[in-house]
């Protein structure tokens, strides 16, 4: 097992990850396009007691378009997201994969809000897909 690094861009803002993720999706509804500044937003689930944070961060809170509220942590300094909680998965830590920086991460599973996806943007036909 690899322990997993993930920082804010300034570095000010740390997490490690000392599991393998316990789900990674992508994520095409327009909060996280708006979060992301990008089309998607690309997540790895990790559990909770195998994740240590270190450095400052402030929080902002939105309700998803399922209802449940989800708690962002961003570094104060760059803005960065480093990592989420899910009110409804509340023994996990959500990174979002850009934060480990590593292209050898390995690829998403499943794929959520594709009713949202860009129509030329395209996900690997083996991922679970959900409207």
């Not at 992301?36 to 909770?48: K, P, W, Y």
Request: proline fraction near 7%; charged fraction near 25%; charge should be negative.
């Amino acid at each position: 097992m690899t322990d997993r690094h993930a920082a804010c861009s300034c570095g000010q803002l740390t997490l490690t990850a000392k599991s393998e993720p316990v789900r990674i999706s992508v994520c095409h509804c327009l909060a996280c396009q708006r979060r992301t500044g990008s089309i998607f937003g690309v997540q790895a689930r990790f559990e909770r007691d195998k994740v240590t944070v270190e450095g400052n961060s402030k929080e902002y809170i939105r309700t998803a378009d399922a209802g449940n509220e989800i708690t962002f942590h961003f570094c104060p300094d760059c803005g960065a997201t480093v990592y989420y909680e899910l009110d409804e998965v509340p023994d996990v830590i959500a990174v979002p994969v850009g934060a480990f920086a590593d292209p050898g991460f390995p690829a998403p599973r499943v794929s959520v809000y594709e009713a949202r996806q860009h129509p030329w943007a395209s996900v690997p036909e083996d991922v679970e897909h959900f409207d």
